[in-house]
């Protein structure tokens, strides 16, 4: 089946139609999208910039200072818990053996991508283990918390898309994470999961529907403030014709030129109007707030609040933003975590893990490397710790990393799941060393946990 298509004719105008082009960035492990932006060059220099470890890596231009102090066991210890949200004494042990510079750079490799399930695997096994036990053993468990991360950000509900298209889309996450802000805008924009989350497979140019158009200002690149209302209905007219296809047993992005407004746009004070390639429109408006500076600052605080600190100042967010406009996500993160300011007292412990960390970061702290489906983490996780990692609560995502996490009930909950997580099946015991010290500073045995400072990174 032909994938990528435009309806060749809308009304007396011919539309050139558009091949589908996979390119190298999406031919990994889960080709789940088949994107052909107009300008294959960035997709190269995305390339080459995550082969390279990201040129401002390469060439010593992250600026802002680097941390001199020492790394012992105690700051291998805290950034392990920061980028990994897991880890143990030996872990921390082998982080400081490297040395800081080496440290960031090992946890910072390219991703580990697990083997691409069909939907048939999931008539048998669950979403929610299967990205556990994968960020449990997992080579690069930063790579899990940065996914975690972006489908935080970029929000889609397995309750309205279905499981297997918010599988997908997560290993999108996942395998792109670490690259330039751009490639993830244009995976999402493209995405199965992100287009009928938001209705955008329903919006025409005789009824556009906004959805989109607001959030991917409002929510992923802008933030509130910054665009007009007259602007999210011009950004809903170019991304009028962008749906979803089927074929093959895969969701795929398509484009139909016949529901598509071929009027001429006024956004964010540009002009965007493409009557002979309607479907480059949508990439023209990516690129236009792609320009702004207003973009990497937002993503930037989003960032940093996530990794760093609740309340960035503005200094290191302008710092983050003009990392992230001129380089990509490794960039940023390797930055951050050779800073000196991530090494100071009053930031170590003042992020708390959200439920998924939590139980992610216990499990491996109790010597589990696995975990059965028979034993129901998926109850514990949508039942009584609160967080569906498939299913943000809505579009606007989870708490990132704040007490918002902590209401009493839920507390009450993480305080009885210290006695599910530190238990073994009959007949089973630890795969791996049993050791709290990492997941909570000072810890030495299940009872410590019950410190507020367990909740902790």
């Known amino acids: 089946m032909e994938k990528n298509r435009t309806v060749t004719q809308a009304g007396s105008v011919s539309v050139t139609t558009i091949e589908a082009e996979p390119t190298a960035l999406q031919a990994g492990a889960f080709p789940a999208v088949e994107a052909h932006p107009p300008d294959r060059q960035r997709w190269k220099t995305a390339a080459a910039l995550l082969a390279a470890g990201g040129l401002l ?3 010593g231009g992250l600026g802002g200072g680097v941390y001199t102090g020492p790394f012992g066991t105690y700051e291998a210890a805290h950034l392990l818990r920061r980028a ?3 880890g143990n004494g030996a872990d921390a042990e082998h982080l400081a053996s490297l040395g800081l510079a080496k440290a960031v750079d090992y946890l910072l490799e390219t991703p580990h991508l697990p083997e691409e399930h069909e939907r048939e695997y999931f008539q048998d096994a669950d979403y929610i283990h299967e990205w556990t036990n994968h960020w449990l053993t997992s080579r690069t468990p930063a790579a899990e918390r940065l996914a975690l991360f972006w489908h935080g950000h970029f929000t889609t509900e397995a309750s309205k898309v279905g499981d297997y298209l918010s599988y997908l889309k997560v290993n999108k996450l996942r395998e792109l994470g670490l690259g330039t802000f751009r490639d993830l805008l244009y995976m999402i924009a493209e995405d199965p999961a992100m287009i009928r989350y938001l209705d955008n497979n329903t919006s025409t140019k005789e009824h556009p529907n906004e959805n989109w158009a607001r959030e991917l200002m409002e929510l992923y690149t802008l933030g509130e403030g910054h665009y007009t209302e007259t602007d999210i209905q011009q950004v809903a007219r170019a991304f009028t014709g962008w749906t979803v296809e089927y074929g093959d047993g895969r ?3 398509g484009f139909d030129a016949s529901i598509h407004d071929f009027e001429p746009k006024q956004i964010l004070g540009q002009t965007v109007y493409n009557r002979y390639t309607p479907i480059a429109e949508g990439y023209e408006v990516l690129d236009i707030i792609l320009g702004m500076d207003q973009t990497y600052k937002f993503i930037s605080e989003k960032l940093l609040r996530f990794y ?5 100042d503005q200094a290191m967010i302008d710092r983050g933003a003009d990392i992230l406009k001129g380089g990509t996500v490794r960039d940023f993160l390797k930055w951050l975590f050779t800073h000196p300011d991530f090494y100071a ?3 170590r412990n003042s992020l ?3 439920p998924f960390e939590y139980a992610v970061g216990l499990f491996y702290a109790a010597g589990k490397r696995a975990v059965s489906e028979e034993e129901n983490l998926h109850y514990w996780l949508r039942a009584r710790l609160d967080q569906d990692p498939y299913n943000p609560p809505n579009v606007a995502g989870w708490p990132i990393a704040s007490t918002e996490w902590l209401t009493d009930a839920v507390l009450l909950q993480r305080l009885k799941f210290i006695d599910f997580a530190t238990g073994y099946p009959e007949d089973a015991g630890p795969e791996g060393p049993v050791d709290y010290g990492v997941f909570m500073d ?3 045995n299940p009872l410590s946990l019950v410190a507020p ?5």
């Open 57 to 59: 890596t390469a060439c």
């Open 84 to 86: 990994t949200a897991l």
């Open 251 to 253: 969701y795929y992005f």
């Open 308 to 312: 760093y600190r609740p309340d960035p």
């Open 345 to 347: 007292d009053e930031t």
């Open 352 to 354: 708390v893990k959200s």
């Open 442 to 444: 000072g810890a030495v």
């Open 453 to 457: 400072e367990a909740q902790l990174l």
